[in-house]
C-alpha cells in the first residue's frame, strides 16, 4: 500500500518546474502515489509562483479550487510550496486557513513528512491541527536537484546551475523571495545532467534568475564558458540550450564558447528589458544602450547563425512616449529572431512600485500591443529564411496525423514548432528536416532523414 496518494499542480516558470520534479522525486521515493485527478488524492500539493501580482492572484485560486476539493471530502489535505509561501509567509495562514502546510522554496527535504503526517491525521481521524509553516531561510546552499520525477518530455529538461540573483533591478521580487546568488559547483551540475542524459534527455536547457554570473560565488570569476564545455561533453547530450543570460556581465570568453563548443545551440534568451538609457538606469539594469548594441554586434559577429531572443518592459514608471518610441525603433532595427513582451506591474516590496509616474493600464495595453505588432512582423519575416534549408529537429510528439517538433532555434513552451510529415518519425530523436513552408511563427517540413551526431 502507498504512503498515500498525491495530486501534484505546478505553477510558473522552468525554474518552479524543477523544484516540483525534486519535490515529487522525493515524494515517490517516501511511498506516495501520484494521481492525476485531485479527487482521487489524500492531499493536493501547489508549487506556487509568487512572482508577479498576476502569478500571486493565480496561485491563490487555484489553492482555493483545491480547498473547495478538500470542504467537497474529495482530498483529505491541501499544502503549498514554493514562492508565494516564501514571499507571504505572515499573510498566508490567515488569507488561506484550510491549507494544512506551507513550505517555501527549499521544502524538498520536508515535503515527504509533512504530507506523511497530513496523511497520518486523516487515517485516524484526529482533529486538525493548526496549519504548519515551515519556510527555510533563502540563502542555502544549493543542492543537486536529483532523483526527479520528470514532468518534461523525456528528451528534454531543465538544469538549474544557480539560485538566487545579486542583480538588485528596481522592478523584480526575485532576490527577496529566492536570496543572494548561489551557484552549484560544476560537479554537481554534471551530476545532475549525466543523470537526466542516462533517463533520455537529449536536450538541455541550462536556467537560473541570472545564468551569464554563474561561478563568481565559488570560484570568484564567471565560469560559464567551463561549465558550458562540461556540460556538452556528457553522453548522451546533443543539445544544450542558454536561457536568462544577463546582458551586463556577458564576456568575449562567453561568446567564444557559444561559438566554438560543440552541441552548445547558438542560442541565446538574454532579457533585455529597455533600450532608453532614462529606462535602464531607472530599471538599475547595471548597462547602457551602447554597452547593449556593442554586445549585440559582437555576439552576431563572432557567433554566425545565432537566435537571440529577448524580452522588454513597456509602461515601467515614468516611460515617455519618446522612451517607448525610442524601444519601438530597436525592435524594428535589431532585429530579434524571438522577442516578448510584459506589461510592467508594480509589485510590493520593490522600489518600482513605490515611483512617481505610474502609468495607466490604457498606455501599457496601447504601448504593448504596438511593441509586438512591430516584432511579429520582424519574426515573420525572419521564418522566411529557413525555406528550403535542411535543418536539425527534435521531435516532440505527435498530434492526431500531425508530427510536430522544435529546431535548435526554439526553446520549450515559449517559441513556435515546425510541424513535420514523413513516416514513423520517432518521438524524441533529432531529425533532418527540409523547411516547405514558414506560416506565422511556426514552420513545416519534411523530414529526409536521422541527424548525424557531432
Same mark, same amino acid.
Given at each position: ?8 499542480? %505546478? ?19 517516501? !511511498?506516495?502515489? @501520484? ?52 514571499? #507571504? ?8 486557513? &484550510? @491549507? ?23 487515517? %485516524? ?5 493548526? %496549519? ?20 518534461? =518530455?523525456?528528451? /528534454? ?41 542516462? #533517463?533520455?534527455?537529449?536536450? *538541455? ?9 554563474? $561561478?563568481?560565488?565559488?570560484?570568484? %570569476? ?46 541565446? #534568451? ?40 529577448? /524580452?522588454? *518592459? ?5 516611460? /515617455? ?35 512617481? $509616474?505610474?502609468?495607466? !493600464? ?18 515573420? &519575416? ?29 526553446? =520549450? !513552451?515559449? !517559441?513556435?514548432?515546425?510541424?513535420? /510529415?514523413?513516416?514513423?518519425? =520517432?518521438? $524524441? ?9 514558414? &506560416?506565422?511563427?511556426?514552420?513545416? $517540413? ?9
Amino acid at each position: 500500500m502507498p504512503a498515500g496518494t498525491i495530486h501534484f499542480i %505546478s505553477l510558473g516558470c522552468p525554474k518552479n518546474l524543477v523544484d516540483s520534479e525534486v519535490l515529487l522525486g522525493r515524494l515517490v521515493l517516501e !511511498d506516495f502515489a @501520484v494521481c492525476e485527478k485531485a479527487e482521487d488524492a489524500d492531499i493536493i500539493v501547489v508549487n506556487t509562483c509568487g512572482f508577479l501580482e498576476a502569478s500571486r492572484q493565480e496561485s491563490i485560486a487555484v489553492i482555493r479550487e483545491a480547498c473547495e476539493h478538500k470542504r467537497k471530502g474529495e482530498a483529505s489535505g491541501v499544502v503549498v510550496a514554493g514562492c508565494l509561501a516564501q514571499r #507571504d509567509k505572515e499573510s498566508l495562514i490567515q488569507l488561506l486557513p &484550510e @491549507v494544512d502546510g506551507f513550505l517555501g522554496i527549499m521544502g524538498e527535504e520536508k515535503i515527504a513528512a509533512l504530507c506523511a503526517d497530513l496523511t497520518a491525521k486523516v487515517k %485516524s481521524k484526529r482533529r486538525k491541527s493548526p %496549519s504548519k509553516y515551515q519556510v527555510e531561510r533563502n540563502d542555502r546552499k544549493c543542492q543537486a536537484d536529483v532523483g526527479r520525477l520528470r514532468l518534461t =518530455p523525456r528528451h /528534454t529538461a531543465y538544469v538549474k546551475i544557480s539560485e538566487g540573483c545579486d542583480n538588485v533591478c528596481t522592478f523584480c521580487i526575485i532576490p527577496k523571495i529566492r536570496g543572494r546568488h548561489r551557484s552549484k559547483p560544476v560537479e554537481m551540475v554534471v551530476q545532475e545532467v549525466r543523470e537526466l542524459a542516462t #533517463d533520455g534527455a537529449k536536450e *538541455i536547457n541550462l536556467i537560473a534568475q541570472d545564468t551569464t554570473s554563474y $561561478g563568481k560565488d565559488l570560484y570568484e %570569476s564567471f565560469e560559464l564558458p567551463r561549465l558550458l564545455r562540461e556540460v556538452a561533453a556528457v553522453p548522451g547530450v546533443r543539445w544544450v540550450r542558454l536561457m536568462y543570460a544577463y546582458p551586463s556581465f556577458f564576456t568575449d570568453e562567453m561568446i567564444d564558447a557559444l561559438a566554438a563548443t560543440p552541441n552548445v545551440l547558438r542560442y541565446v #534568451d538574454m532579457p533585455l528589458q529597455h533600450i532608453s538609457d532614462p529606462m535602464l538606469k531607472a530599471m538599475k539594469r547595471n548597462i547602457t544602450k551602447a554597452e547593449t548594441l556593442d554586445l549585440l554586434r559582437r555576439l552576431r559577429e563572432r557567433v554566425p547563425g545565432l537566435v537571440l531572443r529577448t /524580452t522588454f *518592459i513597456v509602461g515601467f514608471p515614468g516611460e /515617455t512616449e519618446e522612451d517607448f518610441e525610442e524601444m519601438l525603433a530597436f525592435v524594428k532595427e535589431a532585429k530579434f529572431d524571438r522577442a516578448g513582451a510584459f506589461k510592467y506591474s508594480p509589485e510590493r516590496g520593490t522600489p518600482a512600485g513605490r515611483f512617481e $509616474g505610474q502609468l495607466s !493600464d490604457a498606455v501599457k495595453e496601447d504601448r504593448y500591443d504596438r511593441l509586438m505588432r512591430a516584432q511579429q512582423a520582424v519574426a515573420f &519575416e525572419h521564418q522566411k529564411k529557413w525555406l528550403g534549408k535542411e535543418i536539425e529537429v527534435l521531435v516532440e510528439s505527435h498530434q492526431g496525423r500531425r508530427t510536430v517538433g522544435r529546431t535548435a532555434g526554439d526553446a =520549450p !513552451d515559449i !517559441d513556435g514548432v515546425i510541424y513535420l /510529415t514523413g513516416k514513423d518519425i =520517432p518521438i $524524441g530523436e533529432i531529425v533532418t528536416v527540409r523547411v516547405t513552408r514558414a &506560416e506565422g511563427y511556426d514552420l513545416h $517540413g519534411r523530414v529526409i532523414g536521422a541527424a548525424v551526431e557531432a
